[in-house]
């Protein structure tokens, strides 16, 4: 009777891993398809053609350190001699292997990172979790809950929600450097000022590399769509191989393409591969997501730290700031940061619109959605509310309102 239990549950997982390969494959296969395919896409669709943990492994010399919000401080997780690995999924088919034993309503993307630990269970040193949104910190019980076998080492950081208090900041820093002493712990060594300074380093140059894929982008020279995939693989290897492979796109993007005048800001729930049915919508609606505030794409890393001092003390200050105030999760109580940033953005990318997906069980997103509606039409920007999951049920629903939206923006399409 067990061994037919196990037997059942066996072939249930191979038949969920055969249908997550062959989501990937198809979507894969369509984007070579496309028109504005260049081979130097070719490493990024390699990393995301498996982008399991144990494949990030098998790619970089480092032990994994895993992730679910990119609030800890990837530097000093670097400066340790590990890789962070965000553990991300859009996968339909990893959602639907763990729905059976959680919530309804569960966020459609730790439902699939669920299902993708079901089938991959690479261990990991530890997972570091700042305590963001409500489902993040119920993390621990849900990997039980879903039958999770890996009973993972968890490293909280207490993300205090307020960012413009000054004891807010100190809580953060505190926190930050107790993670500091965590990493050293568990490498066994003490993290250097020197190594630090390195890593910092390296993700600066990541970051610069991403501001010349931005700026190509605003200026219709990388579709969006390719925008996005790009920073979709920038946890799946080492962040000096996903540079080196950044780097050799700029010179080849000198092309403007004719892109569809009505140009929309992509904000919301996280978008992450192989689930582009948004973008991929947005295409077919005749709307260019010419820049966006997603933590799956244009903030996958807040980016350069601001360092004034460069004591060791110094440089861990520095990141905990950039790593709490420039974060614009919603989350936070004050987070005026991220209304702020649409505006700023609008200046250099001039698009006519706001465009919000809601992952259904996205409760933080949700409710911010809510709330810039009315400031940012007061500026004089359309506005679109999506909630949509990781089904492709609700496509022509979803297609006939931004069909119509885009009418409400002028601009031939
Ligand atoms: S913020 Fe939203 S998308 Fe992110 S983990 Fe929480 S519920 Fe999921």
């Known amino acids: 009777m067990i061994q037919e239990e196990s037997d059942r549950q066996e072939r249930f997982l191979r038949k969920a891993a055969q249908k997550m390969a062959a989501e990937t494959a198809r979507f894969l296969a369509d984007l070579r398809e496309r028109e504005d395919y260049r081979p130097e896409f070719e490493p990024f669709l390699e990393y995301l053609a498996d982008a399991s943990a144990s494949a990030a492994a098998r790619r970089g010399a480092r032990p994994l350190l895993k992730l679910l919000c990119v609030q800890a401080p990837l530097e000093l997780i670097h400066a340790a001699g590990f890789h962070p690995f965000r553990v991300f999924s859009g996968s339909l088919a990893a959602s639907a292997l763990a729905a059976g034993n959680l919530p309804a309503l569960t966020c459609p993307l730790l439902r699939a990172v669920l299902g993708e630990l079901l089938l991959d269970a690479s261990p990991s040193a530890a997972w570091i979790l700042p305590t963001t949104c409500d489902w993040v910190v119920k993390f621990p019980e849900m990997l039980r809950l879903a039958g999770v076998g890996e009973r993972p080492e968890i490293e909280w950081l207490e993300l205090p929600r307020l960012k413009g208090r000054a004891d807010g900041r100190e809580r953060w820093l505190t926190e930050v450097w107790r993670l500091k002493e965590y990493l050293e712990k568990l ?30 982008r605003i200026e219709g020279r990388l579709p969006p769509i390719w925008f996005m995939l790009v ?47 948004l973008p991929l919508l947005l295409e077919e609606a005749g709307l260019t997501a010419v820049a966006d505030d997603l933590c799956s794409s244009e903030r996958i890393f807040p980016g350069t730290s601001v360092i004034g001092d460069e004591s060791l003390f110094g440089l861990v200050s520095a990141l905990a700031g950039s790593y709490h105030q420039g974060c614009l999760c919603p989350v936070f109580a004050d987070n005026e ?77």
């Open 337 to 413: 940061r991220r209304i702020n940033n649409i505006f700023n953005q609008r200046r250099e990318a001039a698009f006519q619109g706001v465009v919000f997906g809601v992952l259904k069980g996205c409760h933080p997103y949700d409710l911010e959605s809510f709330a810039l509606e009315g400031p940012l039409k007061a500026q004089g920007l359309k506005f679109l509310r999506l909630e949509t999951d990781y089904t492709q049920e609700d496509r022509q629903n979803l297609l006939t309102r931004l069909e119509a939206y885009r009418g409400t923006i002028g601009g031939s399409g």
């Open 187 to 216: 490498a066994g060594r003490k993290i250097e000022r020197k190594a630090l300074r390195e890593s910092i380093g390296a993700y600066a140059r990541a970051a610069a590399v991403r501001q010349k894929l931005r700026q190509a």
């Open 231 to 277: 920073m979709s693989a920038f946890f799946l290897d080492e962040v000096s191989g996903w540079t080196a492979a950044a780097e050799r796109l700029p010179p080849v993007l000198t092309k403007t393409r004719e892109i569809a005048a009505a140009r929309v800001f992509l904000a919301g729930s996280p978008i992450v591969f192989p689930n582009f049915k």
